[in-house]
């Protein structure tokens, strides 16, 4: 199995879409969708870190587990290195790339079984995938269980036991025992206090220069992104808008939402934070979207350049390179190439 393709990129999306079909009456007949994902293309290199950052309900968890196929697309592309497009395979066809793609949870309380102990639910993916079995795998389980900074004899007990810090270097651990490339980190730190978030970051970094893992980090805490990524992408209402360099968004951000998201991040020196931008109304609804760009509704910019709202009210912007390595969906850098 081949693990780079001719790219450089160990993962690839392209254009895919979920959408969720809403249903009623007697025949339960499909009268619209919840256009959770909607024409999402990126790339994830070998050991980068990807920020993935939004509102919440903007698409970002979907799309993760879209992406490892716990949710089956409506359409689009996924491929890790050479593979066919994971989206089109069947579950036998499907299993051997399970093991390169793996998925750190947001909760770590709902995301353990209750009723199995901690060395049962890390051995579990050995067993399935049929890598160790017998003293081995309990040998294994150990391995993983220091590697995330627990005790061997955690390995008995069950998961009410440890504390939510605790209860997600287990999920991280059971993620790392099928040896993956790729791990989506889906909000890992967001249930957890802020002083052990920072430890759990630290933990994810250190596994990474490790063992040369790729993450996909979900999050809508953007100084937590500021600090593990090497380059954001910022999603809106199921699509991406704006997507580079992570020193580079944080520095000039392009995209009006994106700016409003940074502005609204805590500073440790108030004066020295820009003004704030105060988005009005309320995030659209995903089944009915505004017509044009997604944002125009709230987008402080729109009004103040009357040459491209017609432009934003009617036509949605394609994602658009600005520059060597900045991409953003927005009609007035478009305009102004």
Not at 170 to 193: K, T, Y
Not at 317 to 325: E, K, S, W
Request: proline share 7%; aromatic share 6%.
């Amino acid at each position: 199995m081949a693990d780079v393709n001719t790219d450089g990129a160990l993962l690839r999306v392209r254009n895919l879409r979920k959408f969720f079909p809403i249903k009623k009456g007697l025949f339960s007949r499909t009268v619209n969708y919840v256009r959770a994902v909607d024409g999402v293309s990126l790339d994830l290199h070998e050991k980068e870190t990807l920020g993935l950052v939004g509102e919440s309900g903007c698409g970002k968890t979907t799309l993760g587990r879209t992406i490892i196929q716990l949710i089956r697309p409506s359409s689009g592309e996924v491929f890790y290195g050479d593979s066919p497009n994971l989206a089109t395979l069947g579950n036998r066809a499907l299993f051997p790339y399970r093991r390169r793609i793996q998925m750190i949870f947001q909760d770590p309380y709902s995301s353990l079984n209750p009723r199995m102990t901690v060395g049962s639910i890390i051995g579990e993916p050995l067993a399935i995938h049929k890598l160790a079995k017998g003293e081995a795998r309990q040998k294994r389980v150990v391995e993983l269980l220091e590697a995330v900074g627990l005790e061997a004899g955690h390995a008995r007990r069950f998961p009410h036991e440890f504390s939510g810090g605790q209860r997600q270097r287990i999920g991280i651990a059971r993620a790392l025992a099928v040896d993956p490339r790729v791990i989506i980190c889906d909000e890992p730190v967001s249930a957890l206090d802020v002083s052990i978030q920072a430890q759990i970051i630290n933990l994810l970094q250190d596994l990474q220069e490790r063992l040369g893992l790729s993450y996909l980090f979900i999050a809508h805490d953007l100084s937590v992104v500021g600090h593990i990524s090497q380059r954001v992408a910022v999603m809106y209402l199921g699509r991406i808008v704006e997507l580079g360099p992570t020193g580079e968004i944080f520095r000039e951000a392009l995209h009006p939402y994106t700016q409003a998201l940074l502005r609204a991040v805590p500073r440790p020196v108030p004066q020295k934070r820009g003004k704030k931008i105060v988005l009005e109304g309320d995030v659209p609804s995903p089944i009915n979207p505004p017509s044009g760009c997604h944002f125009h509704p709230r987008c402080p910019e729109c009004p103040r350049h009357p040459e491209i709202q017609e432009l934003c009210k009617t036509q949605y912007p394609p994602l658009t390179r600005i520059g060597d390595a900045r991409e953003v969906a927005c009609w007035l850098h478009i305009k102004r190439g």
